[in-house]
C-alpha cells in the first residue's frame, strides 16, 4: 500500500546548523510529494511540493528534490533559524487523491 | 470566510455520548479530508469526499465513525458512543479539485473523559 516513512526526531539543531529530515515513500504510480509545516499552537500549512521525479520544491529557504529512483523526498535547509521551530509532515498524494502523512519531526533550533 | 472553519472548537463529552463535528470548507472546493491528530501523533486520514463521488471511507477506524457532505459543500464527521481513545484533534483539509494544494481547518480538539 502507499505509505510514508520519515525521522521521528526529536531533532534539535543550533541556529545556522544544515538540516536535513529524511522522507521515504511507498506508493503506486507517481504520486505528488508534499512537506507540511505545523509551527507551535498554528494549523499545518504547506511548505512545499513536486509533483514529478526530478522536480526540486523550494520555499523559505527549505528544498526537496523527488527522487523516484530512492523513493525519497528530503528536507533540506542550509542554515536554519529559531523560527524555523517546528514540527514538519512529509505527505504523499496519490493518483486517487488520497493524501497520506509521515508521523511528523519535530524541530527545535536552539539560539 | 476566506479559510476552512470548524466548529466546535473544542468539546468535551463522556464516555459513550455521541458527537458532531462540523467542517465548512472553502467555497469551491470539491476535495474535502477528514484527519485525526492524536498527541504525539501524526496525521491519520479518516474520509476523503471528492464531488459526487463515493467516498473514500478506508480509514475510519471502526462503524462508530460516519461523515457526510451534504450539497457538496458541509461536512459533518459523526462519532458515536464515544472512547477515550477518540480523544484526538479532529482536522478537515479542502482543496480545489484541478490543484494539489490543500487548506486546513483549524481542527476540532476533542476530548472524552
Known sequence: GNSVTQMEGPVTLSEEAFLTINCTYTATGYPSLFWYVQYPGEGLQLLLKATKADDKGSNKG????????TT????????????????YFCALKTSYDKVIFGPGTSLSVIP | GAGVSQSPSNKVTEK??????????ISGH????????????????LIY?????????????SDRFSAERTGGSVSTLTIQRTQQ??????????RRGDQETQYFGPGTRLLVL
Open chain 1, 62 to 69: 527549505f528544498e526537496a528534490t523527488y527522487r523516484k529512483e
Open chain 1, 72 to 87: 525519497s523526498f528530503h528536507l533540506e535547509k542550509g542554515s536554519v533559524q529559531v523560527s524555523d521551530s517546528a514540527v
Open chain 2, 16 to 25: 459513550g455520548k455521541d458527537v458532531e463535528l462540523r467542517c465548512d470548507p
Open chain 2, 30 to 45: 470539491t476535495a474535502l479530508y477528514w484527519y485525526r491528530q492524536s498527541l504525539g501523533q501524526g496525521l491519520e486520514f
Open chain 2, 49 to 61: 469526499f471528492q464531488g459526487n463521488s463515493a467516498p473514500d471511507k478506508s480509514g475510519l477506524p
Open chain 2, 85 to 94: 481513545e477518540d480523544s484526538a484533534v479532529y482536522l478537515c483539509v479542502s
